[in-house]
């Protein structure tokens, strides 16, 4: 086909050819590449995680930490879970990242437990594809089983939108979930549309505000507003609500003021590696004090 070109993928240092035709824009010669990269990532254990702490408002203390994927390619550095994420669900490459993030994050937690910290959650989070996988279940217990970590301690952040393309499913899903003792959060809560009736029936155990209505907490009416009727609803369902994307004092006084039972933001600390979640809660449990500012690096 005269309209295709050729091209070696030269700066891969790989001696496949890909082919593209040439009205394609950088843009999506660019995606092509990297998701030939994305197919190989796995395999050449590029994928790390992350922990990011998230705090109970009252007493200050760490209870969890969520799990974020970070992609660290040889030549193109750290990609972005935000960049490769969606190019996962598009090609359904999800399912087995997702799988390695779920063995991984459960084999970490149990790591932290058999090193003599005190038990806390993992947060793992499921994107939509991976919801739907006819699998699901048995990945989730295939993953806790490997790692003998005990279902208490998995929870599983879903988003609203991913709930709302089929409720009926996702809460028969969800059901099963929760019959294996792990959690269910819900994610980014506040930027899809579940009516509250819908909302009533999920078995889930909190609701995450989405940071956007956190960055401009301190002078946004609007978002004061999503804010507190978000924390007014889960306490009248009896669900936990946590703020993310925390970064300042004035943020907190607000959560605080409106009785916000947690938070996760770069306040306490960005996501970090496994190790300096030990050092990090190590310090944690060595003094008493309310955790300030903390100077770890993503
Ligand atoms: P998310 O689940 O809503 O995760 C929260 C995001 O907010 C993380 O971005 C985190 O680093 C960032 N964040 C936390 N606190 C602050 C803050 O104070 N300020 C600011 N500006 N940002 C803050 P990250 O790690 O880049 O992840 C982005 C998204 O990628 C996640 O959003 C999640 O949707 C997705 N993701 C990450 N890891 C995984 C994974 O293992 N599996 C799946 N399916 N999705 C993942
Ligand atoms: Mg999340
Ligand atoms: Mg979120
Ligand atoms: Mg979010």
Redesign the pocket.
Known sequence: NADVAMYRAKELGRDNFQFYAPEFNATVHEKFLLQEELRNALARSEFT??Y?PQVDLRSGRVFAV?????WKHPTLGLI???KF?PM??ETGL?VP??DW?LHE?CRQNKAWQDSGLPPMMVC????AR?FKDSNLISRVVNALADSGLEAQYLEL?V?ESLIMQNVEIAVATMNELQSLGVQISI??FGTGYSSLSALKTFPVVRL?I??SF??DLATDEDDQAVASAVISLGQKLNLRVIA????TDEQIAFLRKNNCDEM????FS??VSAQDIMTLLNEDRGDDTSPGQRDHH?
């Not at 793992?124 to 994107?127: E, G, L, R």
């Not at 996760?264 to 306040?267: F, V």
């Open positions: 995680l992350f990011q969520e799990a974020l994927i970070r972005s879970p935000m994420i996962a669900e999800i990242i997702g993030v994050a793992v989070n499921v994107s991976q952040e988003t994610d980014d995450k989405d940071k956190i960055n993310e994307g925390v970064e996760q933001g770069y306040h960005k996501p993503q």
